[in-house]
């Protein structure tokens, strides 16, 4: 994973998480910091409330979460923010679920986002 | 307008642009502390690209915007977030423009926001 992207998504900014293809979209927030990169291809976020995007899964689960830093150099020198392409499933239980549960004890669910792709946007 | 949301849009932290009638909902970003609140239903932002969101609005011109701090103390104490609710238009001339030019000499256009509301999200 691009190493700016792990720089990023440290800091403790808003990352935002849109369902796309809903009509209309939704918009839900977690904080960058509290995502957990597991590998190239697996996002967890932390899930209290949610329920607009979750309900939004039932038809379509793409995603589509905007994080930045300005903190961090990127393409302007002023700050540096991505999109991340992919799909969202909320799990209640399981390996991913306990392991965010004992990091975030409020949690109702782990998000698990199977990322397609990282979008340098600046 | 609520002193805690000029309190947040003041933060260096990563602002994101969702066109949520849109089929797919488009998403762009600025940085809040590029964001100028003019006055309670007004907000103006510096545009340079935004071609996505621009092109969404011959269709619906309704908008999301979803900003926050974690410097601001919020309903839970680690943080505040709102979303605006609201429509947009680009400006390329006039006051709004002239305005936004004056501070960021690298826009093609102003995106003026009319608020519809401000929802505390957190």
Known sequence: MDPKFIEVIKDTTPATIVTVNAAPAHVVNTWSHYMQLI???TLLIPSAGMHSIEADFA?????????????????????CGFHIHG??????SGAYFDQMHT????????????????????
């Open 87 to 92: 799909t969202g499933k909320f799990e209640t």
């Open 39 to 41: 590998d190239d291809h």
């Open 59 to 79: 038809t379509d689960n793409h995603i589509t979460i905007a994080v930045g830093s300005y903190k961090v150099p990127g393409t302007t020198g002023t700050g």
């Open 103 to 122: 990091k975030f004890d409020w949690i109702r669910a782990t998000l698990v986002v199977t990322i397609d792709d990282v979008e340098q946007k600046i």
